[in-house]
């Protein structure tokens, strides 16, 4: 069972995919007693100043992050930037980049899921379902509220996930570019989700070289889905390639599956917390703020 955690490393907000906006974002997690949380958006620091606002009254130390979608090996894998200067300009740059290339495949998409998918009626999809920076996960909500698919899982699966009608690749910037970016900016470079991409064992052993190679630094070893079991597999990746652990729920709104801020397992003992070295918006390290029990 998850246990609630002080710490939340990874969270999303309408200034990407995520369905509250930073300020509720921010109300929501502190009610689930995070004391510390990052918010991670998709290739975006936008919603940090009005997240940053709300923290402030509650008490809550907020982590400057993002989310990176990169390319390495002609897969989509994406890295968290813990810790990053919002202001630092070679960052912002390389975010205006993705998010140039966001757009393109927005409308790439609408026009497969038109063309080759049948889909009808996502002519004003932009404009009504994405406030921030777009992506599947706002395609694959309005799929379930026109009745194309029952679950954004199923719309997943039959539209937008690799090998579907709607899917398209982009050429995001590198697993490299985005970790040196986020080291540049001062921040801490983490693999996100590592069980998500659904690699064999040896290539996540070869993307985690690469990345450990390029100036990673931590493993996202508990994710808000995670079981014990996943857990441990992602515990072993860390210890086996120096990682330092990070925890993050992924939280994008309220869901059916129960992913809430700070609903996560501990982070085993065995993994240095990536947190012993971050600091909030303001300057001030976080770790004083995490419980003993995490
Ligand atoms: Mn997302
Ligand atoms: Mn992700
Ligand atoms: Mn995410």
């Known amino acids: 069972m998850s246990v609630a955690s002080s710490i939340d490393l990874h969270a999303h907000s309408t200034a990407s995919d995520g369905r509250l906006p930073p300020a509720e974002l921010v109300e929501r997690a502190a009610g689930a007693g995070v004391r510390v949380l990052a918010l991670t958006d998709h ?19 907020l982590v400057a992050g993002v989310e990176i979608s990169t390319l390495w090996e002609r897969r989509e894998i994406h890295v968290v930037g813990l810790g990053v200067d919002p202001a630092d300009a070679r960052l912002t740059d390389g975010l205006d980049w993705n998010q140039q290339l966001r757009r393109q495949r927005f409308a790439q ?15 004003g999809v932009m404009e009504e379902e994405v406030a921030g920076q777009p992506g599947r996960l706002h395609l694959a909500r309005h799929l379930v509220e026109h009745g194309w698919a029952r679950t954004v899982q199923q719309a ?38 590592p069980l998500a991409y659904k690699l064999t064992g040896a290539w996540m052993q070869r993307l985690l070289t690469a990345f450990t190679q390029a100036g990673g630094q931590g493993l996202e070893v508990v994710v808000g889905t995670a079981d014990r079991r996943r857990v441990d597999q992602s515990l072993g990746y860390a210890l086996r390639h120096g990682l330092l652990g990070s925890v993050g729920s992924d939280f994008h709104g309220p869901n059916p599956a129960g992913i809430e801020p700070g609903r996560l397992l501990p982070l085993p003992a065995a993994v240095a917390p990536v947190w012993a070295e971050l600091s909030d918006c303001h300057g001030r390290p976080v770790s004083a703020a995490v419980d003993p029990g995490r």
């Open 43 to 61: 290739d975006t620091l936008s919603g940090l100043p009005e997240a940053l606002t709300a923290a402030g009254p509650l008490g809550m130390q």
């Open 109 to 123: 998409m609408v026009e497969r899921l038109e063309q080759k998918g049948g889909i009808t009626g996502l002519g």
């Open 156 to 193: 997943f699966d039959r539209y937008l996930r690799r090998g579907r009608a709607g899917y398209v690749r982009a050429e995001w910037m590198s697993l490299e570019s985005a970790v040196s970016l986020i080291r540049a900016a001062g921040g801490i470079a983490v693999l996100a989700h």
